[in-house]
């Protein structure tokens, strides 16, 4: 190799290592995200009978995935085995987060079902038709489905896993407490924390009000970007220190929010239906963050209110 | 000196489109810059370059085409369907993403190459043949899959989102500051080969030889037919490549997704000062046409009450202004050709033919 020719090799190589520093490659989320799940778990609250004398099973479901997810139970009845070898099938299985995404280490014992306009409180709970009290031993097994982590609108079951939940009969723990059941470090947020969103939006609650049932929420973005931008929220649920998910789901894109202009701010209310003895509120707060349509779950803390 | 001019001005005709076109630009600009602040930031000017490098490299492969007097409206449908086609792929085949890539643009080549012997050797309109190619793509693309497949790929991540900083404006420390990505790298690279290619080889000149007269580009010995097929591979390549762009923008694929892209092609080439009836234009001219659009649309942003659908209101009366400018161009250089008078022998003492005389 000529010298001239070696001097160009060392130059080019020169130029091309000081034009690393200028390239910033993104992180690998992936690859630092992975969690250890250990799904979903039940545990029976009461055993009772039903108004029609079936047997009916009470229970509180725990999110134990290590990351913000919604669970539902499978289109199928649930197996009651009793301790004596019997078994008996149960056609009602109201077992789910109502569609909502509870937070890692959180317990819950109902949610809102129904429909939009005409909302029902639905406890998580079991029934066997014409099945008598299970002996001890008992135990419930529970197909179920759960997602994980971000609510990609364009991909909702990306992170999809079915499984089954085996739940013990023998003991009945009636007196547990909601919605934290193991509590992980920095998850619950203030109420008026800085959330920064889609196209660095900074979101923030600036007001909460309770009147009789309803709290209202104000929400105010704040663009500091160059674009009008919109940053969907959704109608955000609420879980009380009594377990329950308060609102009805409905894919967080699909409330309308106000645009915010480049360099402006823009506000908003959100309402949730909330009996007014509950308290101890954490609302679960999908927000549109990273790219359109893609939500990350915060928990933000409400108090008393 | 007069003649000097006119000479001049005779010779530099043919660039008058692509300065109307770079003039019209910086005016646009230069009007955002005075009236927004924001749009002095030079990242807003770099975001020109970032928001559609698929739109700017499928009009490249359309300026080919209609310098060779065709036209091809298969192209959104060709990247629709490579955005699909790759997300399926990278989903369920779990394929290597370079395999995926290198795929896409062989099936973007084969769909070029089909158009193009359509058009050529059976003589087919080019606007039927490629009608039934864009419908035949999409008609794939959702045969593929009704709905978006996002892609979850490492290297379509780092392709999209990896941020190449300008040396000077931005601080490598921190790593803030106005910077590119990697598919605006490619698109710049398309656009220099694509130049090259069209001015500086035996190819492109036959492109314009063809554009400008078909059968006299026969009479001449060209290679006509071999060239109108590596044409229209050439434009099926730009459109996966496109397809490619655009699935690493936006990680996912659609067939819904480029609806109506091969029409802005058609106008950013347009309005980039190319002929649509073939043989006079500049791949040069193009880019900015597709800048002029990018201007619009940011203009309108900034501007933050006017609806977004005045951004193809101003491309259809800029793409009608343009065509307008050619005809009527066109139609002047036709003129003496159609009503010349007979060469009168020069009269001694005339002083009218004074300037004429060399």
Known sequence: MSRGRAALAVLVGAVLAGACEYVVVPPDDGAAAAVTSEGWAGVATAIGTTDAGDLRIDLAIENRTGDWSAMAAAEAPARLAGGDGSTASCDVVMVGTGGHRLAPGFRMRGFTGGTKTEPVIEPIRVECADAAPPPAGSKLAIDYTYVTGEYNYYDPEATTTRTTMEVPLDELLADLTYPVAAPVDGLIQPADSEITALNDVVLQMTGLERAGTTLEATWQTTNPGEYPTSVHIGEPPVIGSDGVIYGFYESPDLASVPITPPGATAEWPTEVDIPAEVTGLTMLLPVESKKQRLFVSHALDLGGT | ?358
Not at chain 2, 258 to 276: H, K, N, Q, Y
Request: glycine share 12%; with cysteine; proline share 5%.
């Open chain 2, 1 to 358: 000196m007069i003649t000097s001019l006119r000479a001049r001005a005779v010779r530099y005709r043919r660039f008058a489109p692509l300065a109307a076109t770079i003039t019209l630009f910086c005016l646009a600009y230069a009007y955002g810059a005075v009236v927004y602040e924001g749009m002095r930031d030079p990242q807003v000017f770099l975001n020109l370059f970032r928001a559609s490098p698929f739109l700017l490299i499928s009009a490249i492969g359309m300026t080919f085409v209609i310098l060779s007097g065709g036209i091809d409206l298969s192209v959104g449908g060709v990247v629709a369907l490579t955005t699909v086609a790759s997300a399926a792929l990278l989903r369920s085949g779990g394929m290597d993403p370079w395999l995926v890539m290198a795929l896409m643009i062989v099936m973007g080549a084969v769909f070029g190459v089909t158009m193009g012997f359509f058009i050529t050797y059976l003589r087919v309109q080019p606007f039927i043949a490629t009608l039934a190619g864009m419908w035949v793509a999409r008609g794939l693309s959702f045969w593929i899959s009704d709905d978006a497949i996002p892609i979850d790929s490492r290297l379509y991540t780092v392709l999209g989102q990896t941020k190449i900083l300008i040396p000077g404006l931005a601080d490598p420390v921190t790593k803030i500051g106005p910077f590119i990505s990697i598919p605006v790298v490619t698109e710049l690279v398309v656009l220099l080969v694509a130049i090259f290619v069209a001015q500086y080889t035996r190819f492109g000149r036959t492109v314009y030889a063809i554009g400008g007269n078909e059968q006299s580009a026969r009479l001449m010995g060209l290679p006509v037919n071999r060239t109108k097929m590596l044409v229209y591979t050439i434009n099926g390549l730009c459109s996966a490549l496109a397809g490619i762009a655009l699935s690493v923008d936006v990680s996912s694929g659609h067939g819904l997704y480029a609806t109506g892209l091969e029409l802005t092609a058609i106008g950013a080439v347009v309005i980039g000062g190319t002929l649509l009836t073939g043989g006079v234009g500049y791949v040069v001219g193009t880019l900015f046409g597709v800048l002029i659009i990018g201007v619009i649309q940011t203009l309108i942003q900034f501007n933050g009450q006017l609806s977004s659908w005045w951004t193809p209101i101003v491309v259809g009366a800029l793409t009608l202004a343009f065509i307008g400018i050619q005809s009527a161009l066109a139609a002047r250089k036709a003129r003496p050709t159609a009503g010349r008078r007979m060469p009168q022998p020069a009269r001694l003492g005339d002083p009218t033919l004074q300037e004429d005389v060399p």
